[in-house]
T-cell receptor, first 114, second 116 residues
Framework: AQSVTQLDSHVSVSEGTPVLLRCNYS??????LFWYVQHPNKGLQLLLK??????LVKGINGFEAEFKKSETSFHLTKPSAHMSDAAEYFC????????????FGTGTKLQVIP | GAGVSQSPSNKVTEKGKDVELRCDPI?????LYWYRQSLGQGLEFLIY????????KSGLPSDRFSAERTGGSVSTLTIQRTQQEDSAVYLC??????????????FGPGTRLTVT
């Protein structure tokens, strides 16, 4: 069994300040973890993924996430928010190896204030 | 190159009518997935295709929902006798092979279904 919890449904930051979007997971297997971004009226796009290699994962547009097994967390961060980062972000968990059903979190809407 | 496309982009239908939603995956992608995204919810897995076969249909919410894939390419999701609770955005994704832990899923823009 697996699940993912995104701790904040909405996050608001000022442009140029750091971004933190929180995600906790549970999985019976060694998980693979992903962050996807969905801009308004656009399809979901992969930001980054963790697949049991380096625990600090760098993605596109300056985002990164750190896999912390002891805390069962995979929080998404960015040092300085840009207006174009305003979107909805989804944390996703999947067991490693082979096909298994992925589980999406309920999403976090990021608002960036000019 | 062309991404995943879905049609129609918007569909408004009356309760009780049947609807068909279409997905054109990226050429060469053998795996295809359907999801449903309801307001305030995460993505809900519906069905997965590997080629033309569907090894995992466990997410289909009722027998009113069915899907098929032909020629290892285009897929159609059919909802019969639509209900208001079927209103949602239906998303299709494809990936090169079925290992979602390794291979990125590429998502289409979705079909917004409204049942009145």
């Amino acid at each position: 069994a697996q699940s993912v919890t995104q701790l904040d449904s909405h996050v608001s930051v000022s442009e140029g300040t750091p971004v933190l979007l929180r995600c906790n997971y549970s999985s019976s297997y060694s998980p693979s973890l992903f962050w996807y971004v969905q801009h308004p009226n656009k399809g979901l796009q992969l930001l980054l993924k963790y697949t049991s290699a380096a625990t600090l994962v760098k993605g596109i547009n300056g985002f990164e996430a750190e896999f912390k097994k002891s805390e069962t967390s995979f929080h998404l961060t960015k040092p300085s928010a840009h207006m174009s980062d305003a979107a909805e972000y989804f944390c996703v968990v999947a067991p490693s190896g082979g096909y298994q059903k992925v589980t999406f979190g309920t999403g976090t809407k990021l608002q960036v204030i000019p | 190159g062309a991404g995943v496309s879905q049609s129609p982009s918007n569909k408004v239908t009356e309760k009780g009518k049947d609807v068909e939603l279409r997905c054109d995956p990226i050429s060469g992608h053998t795996a295809l997935y359907w999801y449903r995204q309801s307001l305030g919810q995460g993505l809900e897995f519906l069905i997965y295709f590997q080629g033309n076969s569907a090894p995992d249909k466990s997410g289909l919410p009722s027998d009113r929902f069915s899907a098929e894939r032909t020629g290892g390419s285009v897929s159609t999701l059919t909802i019969q006798r639509t209900q208001q609770e079927d209103s949602a955005v239906y998303l299709c994704a494809s990936s090169l092979v079925e290992r979602v832990s390794t291979y990125e899923q590429y998502f289409g823009p979705g079909t917004r279904l409204t049942v009145t």
